[in-house]
């Protein structure tokens, strides 16, 4: 199963509202989960089962979408959200996958 | 809590054999599947592999197929891979990982990982 990330990369403000798009090459139904990983840094969860928060995870971060389409929405973005973000599918689980990437960036 | 640590990367050259190891504890080993993943240089996440908690089931990415071997010492609490024939394809960070319970992330579990190793493979 594949998943497509879009944008790959994303120049956005502090204060902002991003979306980030995650599509699968096949329908995964909610087996979905997001990851924002920093320099030098192992990923850390934020969202799983495409729209559960993880515990400790701010609030302004959600996720929705169900099959082949998800999103991650941050509502407000602060200068630690700053990463690139990741999708994992594990609806093939144990041979997850994820998404290329998105890289957000200050502008 | 659950702590994965991983060691034994290094610079290897094009050809070579390096074996990966990753000490786990604060969780009971022996019950949970787990994974490895790699991350190039630069570039995305790749699952590499992956063993049932008791190591009799072997799963594998078509890029590593025939070369890596995932393995574990459930009595060590130690989490193993096997990597010949390397090439420069497979320089990257390497991560353990703990699968989730399921199979599937619920009620808070998900994957759990180390900080992971960096093999580098050049002449």
């Known amino acids: 199963i594949q998943l497509t990330q879009s944008p790959s990369f994303l120049s956005a403000s502090v204060g902002d509202r991003v979306t980030i798009t995650c599509r699968a090459s096949q329908g995964i139904s909610s087996y979905l989960a997001w990851y924002q990983q920093k320099p030098g840094k192992a990923p850390k969860l934020l969202i799983y089962a495409a729209s559960t928060l993880q515990s400790g995870v701010p609030s302004r971060f959600s996720g929705s979408g169900s099959g082949t389409e998800f999103t991650l929405t941050i509502s407000s973005l602060q200068p630690e959200d700053f990463a690139t973000y990741y999708c994992?599918?594990?609806?093939?689980?144990?041979?997850?996958?994820f998404g290329q990437g998105t890289r957000l960036e200050i502008k | 809590e659950v702590q994965l640590v991983e060691s034994g990367g290094g610079l290897v050259q094009p050809g070579g054999s390096l074996r990966l190891s990753c000490a786990a504890s604060?969780?009971?080993?022996?019950?949970?599947?787990m994974s490895w993943v790699r991350q190039a240089p630069g570039k995305g996440l790749e699952w590499v592999s992956a063993i049932s908690g008791s190591g009799g089931s072997t799963y594998y990415a078509d890029s590593v197929k025939g070369r890596f071997t995932i393995s574990r010492d459930n009595s060590k609490n130690t989490l193993y891979l096997q990597m010949n024939s390397l090439r420069a394809e497979d320089t990257a960070v390497y991560y353990c990982?703990?699968?989730?319970?399921?199979?599937?992330?619920?009620?808070?579990?998900?994957?759990?990982w180390g900080q992971g190793t960096l093999v580098t493979v050049s002449s």
């Open positions: 994992q599918q594990l609806n093939s689980y144990p041979l997850i996958t």
């Open positions: 990982a703990k699968d989730p319970p399921l199979g599937y992330c619920s009620g808070g579990s998900c994957y759990d």
């Open positions: 604060g969780f009971t080993f022996s019950s949970y599947a």
